[in-house]
């Protein structure tokens, strides 16, 4: 693959998961398909959708450009020729690890830090009772600190081995899709259930209640620092 390939199948990603979360968000906002799982049984804000379009696509076009950019920038790192799918998963999972723990005490910090509350993370908590595209309906700078978790952790394994370009799309699709899907405010058997996976009902009440519920991916640090409930 070229570097401008790379570049474009990294767009592409996200413009796949994002359609994915469009397509929920419309379920979630027109239907009552899956109104049995809903968390907050209270009704939306009526015209939310369009409210929050603006910051959303304005949020999502600044994405598409670091990243295919990044992606462009950052060839030279990525191998390309095939790899072991354990390494592969391994990376996937390191990744995450690095991200969940700094996106923890970041993510604590907009909450603690009564001036970044104000001015920078209230923004998201607008939405009290979230759809799924509001994953991204977010102050830019927040959205934009929250990926450096991800470049700590790639960072890491390149200073032990090459990071695989798969292991690099495979943590964008499911870090963006776990993201749609915790801002749902939908509670499904089985998903609801996954051992030390932050699920969507923790962050249901983390934006109905403004405080605790700190992680993203996995449920660890909250329950090391005791910010669960």
Known sequence: MTREEIALYTVLLLVCTNFIGLLYSLIVLKTTWFSAFQIQKKSYEKGVFAKRMPRYLLNF?????????????????????????????????????????????????????????????????????????????AHPFEWMLGMVGAFLGFGLILLVMPVHIYSFWIFGALRNLHEIHIHSDLKFPGLSHIPGISTSKNHDDHHAKLSGNYASTFSWMDRIFKTKF
């Open 61 to 137: 076009s600044i994405l598409l450009l670091l990243s295919g950019t990044g992606a462009y920038v950052g060839y030279p790192l990525f191998q390309l020729s095939p790899m072991s799918g354990w390494i592969i998963a391994l990376q996937v999972f390191v990744a995450f690890v690095f991200d969940d723990i700094f996106f923890y005490f970041m993510h604590r910090w907009l909450h603690e830090n009564k001036s970044m509350l104000k001015k920078v993370h209230y923004i998201h908590h607008r939405a009290h009772k979230p759809f799924p595209l509001e994953y991204l309906y």
